[in-house]
């Protein structure tokens, strides 16, 4: 796999195509926007998602799909929930048997799939694989070291995978479980705007702590669901993506929920940024599955109830801890 094609010039495409640069591989990112892909080719600067990174001059931006067309592999970098259309469009572009790597974390809300169970649909010569870990944008895009898990079921597709974009500051873990490895990502960023509004709160590094751990307990309640491994949801890609989310407000969806608990509206925040927070989009169709399938999942729900449903963050946070003790499992 010599040619690398990234779809999607947000912050973390833009990281993603510049490590795979640095991984020596040919790579061509496409952006939505043509002022996106005018800056990297002209400036080797992303101004509109990636401000102040220099990207490597060796990295070429385009906004022609065709452009993809002779990739060895692509890394979709969507929003989750344009990811079925980016899937089919591309699709048309590239050969049969050219992993799609989604790069993107969440669930799609119209029909409850992950996103690997949409590649399939829309791209079902394309083999779908998962590349999700701990990993902020602007700090892969400057080259600081960092490990993610590349899940895909078919062990030679992976590893190959594995061995075009590792490097030793872009360390990647082969995993066969790629529903495992998507469960993680889309429900991190849940916990992050919960532990947010803890901090936003002001109630303390305990609560955080106590969110983080409780958290995880929901992830896993959710992944049996899907049908994903535990030892997955324990490593980079569910454990550590959600240490490293609910840890610092680089997160946007950590800093959305502080900036929840402080008082601001969700309409106010969204309208400040050009930037995605999944989980505020993520957490309506987790509450939903968590609902019909009679899921524990009681932080969850109280994000779900402060976004979705405007309530009170106080009289929230307060019902969340007043629920009846019960066994820790
Ligand atoms: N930022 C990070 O640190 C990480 C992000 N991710 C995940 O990667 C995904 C993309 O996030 P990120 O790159 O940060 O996004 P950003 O918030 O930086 O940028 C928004 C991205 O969304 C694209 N976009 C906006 N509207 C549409 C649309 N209608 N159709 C298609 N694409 C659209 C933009 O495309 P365009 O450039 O063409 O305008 C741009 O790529 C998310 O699922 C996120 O959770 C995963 C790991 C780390
Ligand atoms: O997924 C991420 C880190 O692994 C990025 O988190 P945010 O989308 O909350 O910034």
Known sequence: MKKIGVLGAGAWGTALATAAVRAGCDTVLWAREAEVAASINASHENTLFLKGVALPPALRATTDMADLGDCDAILIVSPAQHLRTMSAALAAHVRHGVPFVICSKGIE????????????????????????????????AQGLPCALTLACTDKAVGMALVEALGAPTFRLYYNEDIIGAQIGGAVKNVLAIATGIVAGLGIGENARAAVITRGLAEIVRFGELFGAQAETLMGLSGLGDLILTCSSTQSR???????????????????????????????EIVYKIAQDNNLDMPITESVYHILKENRDVRSVTEALLARPFTDES
Not at 113 to 120: E, H, I, N, P, R
């Open 253 to 283: 969806n950590m800093s959305l929920g502080k900036a929840i608990g402080e008082g601001q509206t969700l309409e106010s925040i969204m309208a400040s940024r050009n930037s995605i927070a999944e989980g505020a989009h993520t957490v």
């Open 109 to 140: 809300i119209s029909s409850g799939k992950l996103l690997s169970d949409v590649v399939t649909e829309t791209a079902p010569h394309n083999p779908p694989a998962v590349l999700s870990g701990p990993t902020f944008a602007a700090e892969v």
